[in-house]
Nanobody, 122 residues
Framework: QVQLVESGGGLVQAGGSLRLSCAAS????????MGWFRQAPGKARELVAG???????YYTDSVKGRFTISRDNAKNTVYLQMNSLKPEDTAVYYC????????????????WGQGTQVTVSS
């Protein structure tokens, strides 16, 4: 079965940057839509960014212009570059994969990582 492992989270000051990485197991990585979700304490999980098999992307309104999602199929890895970070970006970030034909904004994706904490200080 597919396993996803996130890394790159940490503590950063407002206005700073972080890059998250997600390493996937298996030989079928290129068959999946990939994305990043986040969840803050007491709040609902939301899709932050998604990328299709061919490189098309989706971003939630609050991160447009600041975050960039990308994938390297040869390395079985998806990235989330986060710039101009704000305190409201603080959350656990989860890597996810989906066999759907399009990027679904709901949380019913097929595979999930364990999550990595991102904390943005004021």
């Amino acid at each position: 079965q597919v396993q996803l492992v996130e890394s790159g989270g940490g503590l950063v000051q407002a206005g700073g940057s972080l890059r998250l990485s997600c390493a996937a197991s298996g030989r079928t990585f290129s068959s999946y839509v990939m994305g990043w979700f986040r969840q803050a304490p007491g709040k609902a999980r939301e899709l932050v960014a998604g990328v299709t098999r061919s490189g098309g992307s989706y971003y939630t309104d609050s991160v447009k212009g600041r975050f960039t999602i990308s994938r390297d199929n040869a390395k079985n890895t998806v990235y989330l570059q986060m710039n101009s970070l704000k305190p409201e970006d603080t959350a656990v970030y989860y890597c996810a994969g989906d066999l759907a034909a399009v990027i679904r904004t709901t949380g019913s994706w097929d595979y999930w990582g364990q999550g990595t904490q991102v904390t943005v200080s004021s």
